[in-house]
């Protein structure tokens, strides 16, 4: 199984860029589509889809939320960060079954 | 609007049975992959099965394998999950989700449904 690893906790003001990181434990890239996508999820709610294919914008989704990385490395980026956007953030791959998601990174107010 | 409306949920004991449900709404269900994804309590999202557009194939995660099946029903814009031989390990909430495309990343979520196995 692919291994997605992601800091457990960042603690960020309001205003400030923060950056979410995830590791794969093999490339989740094709030639034509990196497979990695970012959900959102804040308590007692369903995770939202924020980004997907790595760096593409779901629907509806604020321009302050940027996705970025490639091979094995990729990269939430929230700027400016605000209130509303205290929330888990999870990476999810789809190189291959069984489809895989990191730990989750918990976003903080500093 | 797209609307992805679980139930079936509850409380069961291990080694007995328990059958979710998700209506679908807002969208032409019979052209997309549907899956379950769970969470256990204080856990992160853990993928468990897929189901393609027409039924035709399925995919499990190897935890559920034997267990859990999924399945659809187009005429009636719903999925199903069949959980036989539930184990304590199984207590989470259940999400019913779209997958979109060829990228099968989860674009629709629904509110998803506590499933506690316990004696």
């Known amino acids: 199984d692919i291994v997605l690893t992601q800091s457990p906790a960042l603690a960020v003001s309001l205003g400030q860029r923060a950056t979410i990181s995830c590791r794969a434990s093999q490339s989740v890239s094709t030639s034509s589509y990196n497979l990695m996508h970012w959900y959102q999820q804040k308590p007692g709610q369903q995770p939202k889809l924020l980004i997907y294919?790595?760096?593409n914008l779901a629907s509806s989704i604020p321009a302050r939320f940027s996705g970025s990385g490639s091979g094995t490395d990729f990269t939430l980026t929230i700027n400016p960060v605000q209130a509303d956007d205290i929330a888990t953030y999870y990476c999810?791959?789809?190189?291959?079954?069984?489809?895989?998601f990191g730990a989750g990174t918990k976003l903080e107010l500093k | 609007e797209v609307q992805l409306v679980e139930s079936g949920g509850g409380l069961v004991q291990p080694g007995r049975s328990m059958k979710l449900s998700c209506a679908a709404s807002?969208?032409?269900?019979?052209?997309?992959?549907m899956a379950w994804v769970c969470q256990a309590p204080k856990k992160g999202l853990e993928w468990v099965a897929t189901i393609s557009y027409d039924g035709s194939s399925t995919y499990y995660r190897d935890s559920v394998k034997g267990r859990f099946t999924i399945s659809r029903d187009n005429a009636k814009s719903t999925l199903y999950l069949q959980m036989d031989s539930l184990r304590s390990e199984d207590t989470a909430t259940y999400y019913c989700a779209r997958i979109c495309g060829y990228l099968d990343y989860f674009d629709y979520w629904g509110q998803g449904v506590m499933v506690t196995v316990s004696s």
């Open positions: 999810q791959q789809s190189r291959e079954l069984p489809y895989t």
């Open positions: 807002g969208f032409t269900f019979n052209n997309y992959d």
């Open positions: 294919d790595a760096s």
